[in-house]
């Protein structure tokens, strides 16, 4: 008995490993298409009306996240906890009316900043493909990181952090 379980935790695990590296090649593959360009945003106005200035002495996470979409469910949590430290700025793209979205995050709990990408204006200029897709500038407003799909918290703690240096 013991043997078996110890034989099915190798296997779980080497699955496991396998199936991050595929989906970290997935995600690179899919992210060498993203617009490049340095981040020219300098003021969004957010759902709750505020007004949204960028800290040009900080690095910055952009997400652009679905609220039908799965990935995105579960990898909110990890930019709501990351937007207690660093800037974030999140667009919710094609996920229904500003009061919608209020209502969703409300539901989770979620605290993070939030752009209505009603009509994807911000999705089309960034040439955002899947979600989520998270761009992660330093303080110069270079591009320092991009990923599409899924990102740990601990992943983007660290990408922010390397950014801030």
Same mark, same amino acid.
């Given at each position: 008995?013991?043997? *078996?379980? *110890?034989?099915?935790?190798?296997?779980? =695990? !080497? +699955? !496991?490993? %396998?199936?991050?590296? +595929?989906?970290? %090649?997935? @995600?690179?593959?899919?992210? @060498?298409?993203?617009?490049?360009? @340095?981040?020219? !945003?300098?003021? =969004?106005? !957010? %759902?709750?009306?505020?007004?949204?200035?960028?800290?040009?002495? *900080?690095?910055?996470?952009?997400?652009?996240?679905?609220?039908?979409?799965?990935?995105?469910?579960?990898?909110?949590?990890?930019?709501d906890f990351l937007s207690k430290y660093y800037d974030v700025v999140t667009f919710a793209v094609n996920s229904g009316t500003k009061t919608e979205i209020i209502e969703y995050l409300l539901e989770n709990n979620y605290s993070f900043n939030v752009v209505n990408d009603a009509n994807s204006s911000y999705s089309k200029e960034f040439e955002i493909a899947a979600f989520p897709t998270t761009f992660i500038y330093n303080k110069n407003r270079e591009l320092v990181f991009s990923e599409v799909g899924y990102t740990s918290t601990i992943g983007l703690f660290f990408r922010m952090w390397w950014a801030s240096l």
């Open positions: 008995m013991k043997s *078996k379980l *110890k034989h099915y935790t190798k296997e779980l =695990l !080497l +699955f !496991l490993f %396998i199936m991050t590296i +595929f989906a970290n %090649i997935i @995600s690179l593959y899919k992210s @060498s298409d993203l617009n490049k360009n @340095s981040l020219q !945003l300098n003021q =969004l106005t !957010l %759902i709750n009306n505020q007004i949204y200035s960028f800290n040009h002495e *900080k690095p910055v996470l952009i997400h652009y996240w679905a609220t039908w979409c799965p990935t995105c469910k579960v990898e909110a949590a990890n930019i």
